[in-house]
């Protein structure tokens, strides 16, 4: 195989230039040469996973060419998975997560991400942090959250509500704190309420878990009636939180 040099000045064209020279110097050979190699390693794994769950999961794999984000969605349509797994290299990426794959399943996928630091280690979600905003505890919180139940009566789970006031003008805490909406829809949950006072949501809720336990973290879309929280505010949390997130799609 001939050398190919591709002068790049960070525009569109000339990525698109660098993309086009990668895929003409890809070889059917080498393309084969990759899927084996994958195929190797994905059984190595397979193997280890089967062994440190006693044989007790069944483990499938296969190795797929194309964009994370658009496989991972075939492959949802096609299993409809409870939800979808994937790690980051902690502490942060700032640079690679801004066009990461992990941030493309945040934005596109209608499933529960959940994302995982490398350093976390799973143990019992025995402390969920529910991360919501005024209005909709105001509002009422919604009673279709089966997810929050499974948790409770597998792990026995207890769930912090954690609001966090980015506007200029304070809102009122008590009357929200009082409003029956979100305590009726929820009773049979295990519920504490901490209200934030910050310029920036992501920034009190690394600051909560800076001074309190938790085992997971849960965002919810604004599109389904949860937490004003864009898809730049859920990746800088999935990149800085020191546990798991999970980003929750109804």
Known sequence: MKSIAVPINFSPCAFNAARYAAELMMTESLYQEMVEAANIALQRIKAELTARTH????????????????????????????????????????????????????????????????????????????????????????????????????????????????????SDKATVIESGGWKTQLKDLYLDFHYIRKSKVEDGILEYLSHNEADLVMVFPKKHGLLDFHTSQSRKLAEHSPIPVLSFHE
């Not at 949802?76 to 941030?103: D, H, N």
């Open 55 to 170: 044989n007790k999961v069944k483990i499938d794999y296969s190795v797929e060419a194309g964009s994370v984000a658009a496989k991972v969605s075939d492959l949802c349509r096609q299993m409809k998975p409870y939800a979808i797994i994937v790690g980051t290299t902690s502490p942060t990426l700032e640079k690679f997560l801004a066009g990461s794959s992990v941030a493309s399943l945040l934005r596109n996928l209608d499933y529960p991400v959940l994302v995982v630091p490398e350093s976390a280690a799973f143990h019992r979600l025995g402390r969920i942090l529910l991360a919501c905003d005024l209005d909709d505890i105001g509002s009422g919180m919604p009673n279709s959250l089966p997810l929050l139940k499974d948790l409770r009566d597998h792990f026995g789970s207890r769930f912090d509500i954690v609001t966090v006031d980015t506007h200029k003008v304070l």
